[in-house]
Structures are given as structure tokens and as C-alpha cells.
């Protein structure tokens, strides 16, 4: 039997990162496997997404839906527009607003805080009333990428941009243990996760022994292109770069990483990424948190929603790697 010690609130802090958030579902499974169930939760950004369907019950549902996206079924959920942010948003947040069904804050079965950004002012904000959906709807609003939210006659946006790992809103919520998670942690190193680095084309397969010419001639082929549902290739900025056309639609052979032009999106998301890792050293000096957990998501990108399996296995091995930490700080027999 597993007994803890006093001080035993255990606050979940759940910190941004866009895709690589997925993180968060492993380390979560984790912990519990482990016996350990958080008495709050406080999430920023995609953090306060997986925080808010884990403290409704919902995590089971989340993952089987994270492992059903496709790159193709990604780019339809983002909505296009160019009124306040590039992306809309408003399918994903649809989505889930049918999964909270109307619930407030104060009716999940953790109690729960999002963070959020006032826009004009740069204040943070701390979401621990109202309806859920519009708390994740605020905290996930990346300037320039998701449209501001409009609340108590204020725009708010991502609150990545004042505490992405937000470890004082889980003391504030009287935790006495803190185990945060931080996604950025090696993003700007370019570490690769299982194999797959965002920027780069995926090798084709090698022919194996007893293959025929023709085999081996089918594996040299380039792989086809990522077509819309009407047909039509996507847009070359919107194209992951192995999908990336010439004008007769022909595979185009990219050029080195290092000698591309990054695209428009790419050239915001690595942008956010520089900001958060910044402020996620300076926050997480002053306010540490007693477990600090960082997955090695270096090789995953902002937007690679598509590649969950990884990311949750990293998340689930970091929490793993820091166990007897975290059963020594929590007095685990």
C-alpha cells in the first residue's frame, strides 16, 4: 500500500508547447500508474487543453482522439483566417466545447486554473471561474496564430507569454507539492523524438534481400503528394516539406535545412519557441517547482499534432526517469 506524508497537496502543473503537449497525456498515465492523483491542476496554453479533459475524466477520450489525427486531418481543424490570428481555431474549440458540454470551472472533478494573457496590459491572467472552454480557449491563443479571446472587456491570448510553466498559480491554489511539467526544455537543441525530425524528409525504405527490381524500383519512388479533400495539392507554405511540390508536381528535392528560407508559419512558431524557453528558465529560477520534469521533445515540432504516439511515450519515460524523486519527495513507502 502506497502512504504519503504530510505535506501531501500535490499540484499538477501542465506548461505549453503546442504539439509536443501530448507529452502531458504520457506523464500523466505515469503518475497514476504510480498512485499519485493531483489535487489541482494548473495548465498554460496546450497545458490547460489536456489539464482541463483530465480534470473533467476525459483523459481516456483524449488520447484515443490524439491518435486518430492525421497531418491532413490537422490542417482541416485549423481553420484559416486572417483576422487577428492565421488560424480560427474555432473547429478545434467546437470540438471540445461539445466534449465540456456547457461545464464550469468549478463543476470539474480537480480543481483546476488556466493561465491567460491580458493583451493590452500584459498581465497575467489566472482563469479559475466561468466556463471551461472559454478559460482553454484564452490560454491556447499563440499571438499571431489563434485569434485573442475576448473576456471581462479584455482581449486575452496565450498565457505562455507570461508563465508557460505556470508553477505560482498551483502554490497559489495551496499546493504543497509541486510537480511541473516543462515541454521546452531542449527545443532549441533540434534533438530528434523516435526518429522524426520535423524539418527534415523521411528517408525512403531500403529494398531488402529477395525483393524484385520492381520492388526495388517502388521503393526508390517518391512518395505522393498530400492531396486536399478536393483534389487539389495543399499550399506550398502549408505543406509539411516532403509534401512540397514544383509547379508540375513533381517531388521537389529540398534543399539542407540550414541554406532553406523558413516558411511564414515556421518562422513564428520557432520565434514563440526562442520566447517560451526564455521565459520558462527565468520563471522556473524564481519559482521552482519541487518536481520539475522535462521530456525530450527537441525533434518535435509546434504544429505536428499528427505525431501523438511519440510524445506521449516521452512523457510517460520522463516521469518515469525522475520516480524516485518524486517517491522520496512525497515519502512513498
Known sequence: ?????????????????????????????????????????????????????????????????????????????????????????????????????????????????????????????????????????????????????????????????????????????RADCVIAIDLNNDILNGRDLGGIVTDTPLPLPLPVSGDTEADANAHAAPPPVALRKNGKPWPRWLAPENDRTTGTGDVRVPPPPSARVPSMLNSIAQSIDIMQVRITRSRLAGEPADILIQPRLGGMGTFDFHRAAPAIEEGRAAVEAMMPAIRSRLGMD
Request: with cysteine; hydrophobic share 45%.
Open 1 to 173: 500500500m502506497i502512504r504519503r506524508r504530510p505535506p501531501h497537496r500535490i499540484g499538477l502543473v501542465l506548461g505549453g508547447g503546442a504539439a509536443r503537449g501530448w507529452a502531458h497525456i504520457g506523464a500523466i498515465r505515469a503518475l497514476e500508474d504510480a498512485g499519485i492523483r493531483p489535487d489541482v491542476v494548473c495548465g498554460t496554453s496546450i497545458g490547460a487543453l489536456v489539464g482541463a479533459v483530465y480534470a473533467n475524466g476525459d483523459l481516456d477520450w483524449l488520447e484515443e482522439w490524439v491518435a486518430r489525427l492525421t497531418w491532413q486531418t490537422v490542417v482541416r481543424l485549423l481553420d484559416l483566417r486572417f483576422s487577428g490570428g492565421l488560424l480560427g481555431g474555432r473547429k478545434v474549440i467546437q470540438l471540445f466545447a461539445e466534449r465540456f458540454n456547457g461545464c464550469e470551472i468549478r463543476d470539474l472533478k480537480i480543481p483546476f486554473a488556466a493561465v491567460a494573457t491580458e493583451l493590452d496590459s500584459g498581465r497575467e491572467i489566472w482563469m479559475q471561474e466561468g466556463r471551461v472552454v472559454d478559460a482553454v480557449r484564452a490560454s491556447i491563443a499563440i499571438p499571431g496564430i489563434f485569434t485573442p479571446v475576448r473576456h471581462d472587456d479584455a482581449w486575452l491570448v496565450d498565457g505562455a507569454l507570461t508563465n508557460p510553466v505556470p508553477v505560482s498559480v498551483a502554490r497559489g491554489m
